[in-house]
């Protein structure tokens, strides 16, 4: 079925660096973007950024410029995104979704990243 | 930048009741890249309504979403105890790519 599926939960200390994958199945991978999208523990959801499976492109928030890079691999149609730098506000669960032109249908179980010394 | 800010942050009903939810932004947003989600606890987020005003695939119609230019409405016409939620409006497409708002949490009065 049409699925996103991340990667388990991990625990880092501050200054080490995440990556996080993000499978897809079920439709055409590089027909889409894939946007991944954090939530703080009791916060809002907030944007990370953008990268298109079909040429690679990215667009990031502003905030993570310089430590978040998102990548793909079309030959397993996967996602990944890695932040580097970690800090303790880095804690949250990060979300994969598949970034439609009719907003984002598809989303990813999360993946709880925490940040402790 | 485009901010959305939420308002009520949280909305006090009984089952049966009208929800309203408002999302403003801070600059006019196409209406096409205005959606809104639903998220429970410990789940990712839903889409609800994309266009401003289309119910995604699956959504019953009880919601239904409206508005143009800042301000934006989402209505839930009478409120089912599967309902009970915290609800973000998000705009996608103007620069940053997305934005999300902050929020409204709807719970039982």
């Known amino acids: 079925q049409v699925q996103l599926v991340q990667s388990g939960a991990e625990v880092k200390k501050p200054g080490a660096s995440v990556k996080v994958s993000c499978k897809a199945s079920?439709?055409?991978?590089?027909?889409?973007?894939i946007s991944w999208v954090r939530q703080a523990p009791g916060q809002g959801l907030e944007w990370m950024g953008w990268i298109s499976a079909y040429n690679g492109n990215t667009n990031y928030a502003q905030k993570l410029q310089g430590r978040v890079t998102m990548t793909t691999d079309t030959s397993t149609s996967t996602a990944y995104m890695e932040l580097r730098s970690l800090r303790s506000d880095d804690t949250a669960v990060y979300y994969c979704a598949r970034d439609d032109d009719d907003g984002m249908a598809l989303w990813g179980q999360g993946t709880l990243v925490t940040v402790s010394s | 930048e485009i901010v959305l800010t939420q308002s009520p942050g949280t909305l006090s009903l009984s089952p049966g009741e009208r929800a309203t939810l408002s999302c403003r932004a801070s600059q006019s947003v196409s209406s096409s890249y205005l959606a809104w989600y639903q998220q429970k606890p410990g789940q990712a987020p839903r889409l609800l309504i994309y266009g401003a005003s289309s119910r995604a695939t699956g959504i019953p119609d009880r919601f239904s979403g409206s508005g143009s230019g800042t301000d934006f409405t989402l209505t839930i016409s009478r409120l089912e105890p599967e309902d009970f939620a915290v609800y973000y409006c998000?705009?996608?497409?103007?620069?940053?790519?997305?934005?999300f708002g902050g929020g409204t949490k709807v719970e039982i009065k």
């Open positions: 998000q705009q996608y497409g103007s620069s940053p790519r997305v934005t």
């Open positions: 079920g439709y055409t991978f590089t027909s889409y973007g």
